[in-house]
């Protein structure tokens, strides 16, 4: 099934699996033999959370190769509309905040990364500059209007 990835999204995603396959997994084999050193592995706790993480990091590279094989590459047509990759700028009641417009795996909000398939991302996609809309979070309605779409 395709992920959408704008093309920054995409590199961070290889830059993780490089990190991983390079230092990681080579870190963690050191570590497990280090541990497997110190004699009997039943009661040796550090080798078994070394076993884990390998564990774990191998999931990972596994997740990682496989967004990356099917990743699409959403490219930033400037048509005018919310569409991902857009930076849209809206006023929430007095409250005035941009967004950049990203997939699920690149979503971010401390860093003002909304994905299009959150609950305001959805209502944001398609939308043109001026457009207003309601938005209902935790039982609180805000009126929202679209100020710059870049």
């Not at 993780?16 to 997994?25: A, G, Q, R, S, Y």
């Not at 870190?27 to 040796?44: F, H, P």
């Not at 959370?49 to 590279?61: G, N, Q, S």
Request: a positive charge; zero cysteines; proline letters at 2%.
């Amino acid at each position: 099934m395709s992920q959408y990835f704008t093309k920054e999204g995409l590199q961070k995603l290889k830059d993780e699996l490089h990190e991983l396959k390079t230092v990681k997994i080579p870190e963690n084999i050191k570590l497990i033999k280090y541990a497997a050193a110190e004699g009997d592995l039943k009661e040796n706790a550090g080798y078994h959370d070394a076993r884990e993480r390998k564990t774990w990091l191998l999931r990972r590279i596994e997740e990682l190769e496989n967004a990356i094989n099917d990743a699409v590459i959403i490219e930033k047509k400037n048509s005018g509309k919310v569409e991902i990759g857009s930076m849209v700028t809206i006023m929430m009641d007095k409250d005035k905040e941009t967004y950049e417009i990203v997939a699920p795996g690149e979503a971010n909000i401390l860093e003002n990364k909304l994905s299009y398939q959150s609950p305001l991302g959805q209502q944001l996609m398609g939308k043109k500059a001026g457009q207003e809309f309601n938005y209902e979070i935790r039982d609180k309605k805000m009126k929202v209007k679209i100020l710059k779409i870049i």
